[in-house]
Nanobody
Framework: QVQLVESGGGLVQPGGSLRLSCAASGSISRFYAMGWYRQAPGNERELVAVITNGGSTNYADSVKGRFTISRDNAKRTVYLQMNNLKPEDTAVYYC??????WGQGTQVTVSS
């Protein structure tokens, strides 16, 4: 069984920063890709960023230049550094492994 556990969400003012973490555990030894998705009420779950085991990254256009995804393979952990946050970034953020395994999500709220 594989488990993904997110942490680091919270309430932040516009222009602020947060760093999300996702720690993997369980039967799988490695993930060929890990990523972050988000879902706001009334919206579909959307891709935010993904990173492969080779280190290549892809970002949604809405977060390019503001968010950075990284991973520590030895720790089986993926991070999402979020800078210059906007109210539109408010959502539940979900960690994903191999486009198949999901965490339970962590709430990010950007508001004054």
């Amino acid at each position: 069984q594989v488990q993904l556990v997110e942490s680091g969400g919270g309430l932040v003012q516009p222009g602020g920063s947060l760093r999300l973490s996702c720690a993997a555990s369980g039967s799988i030894s490695r993930f060929y890709a890990m990523g972050w998705y988000r879902q706001a009420p009334g919206n579909e779950r959307e891709l935010v960023a993904v990173i492969t085991n080779g280190g290549s990254t892809n970002y949604a256009d809405s977060v390019k230049g503001r968010f950075t995804i990284s991973r520590d393979n030895a720790k089986r952990t993926v991070y999402l550094q979020m800078n210059n946050l906007k109210p539109e970034d408010t959502a539940v953020y979900y960690c994903n492994g191999n486009y198949a395994y999901w965490g339970q999500g962590t709430q990010v709220t950007v508001s004054s």
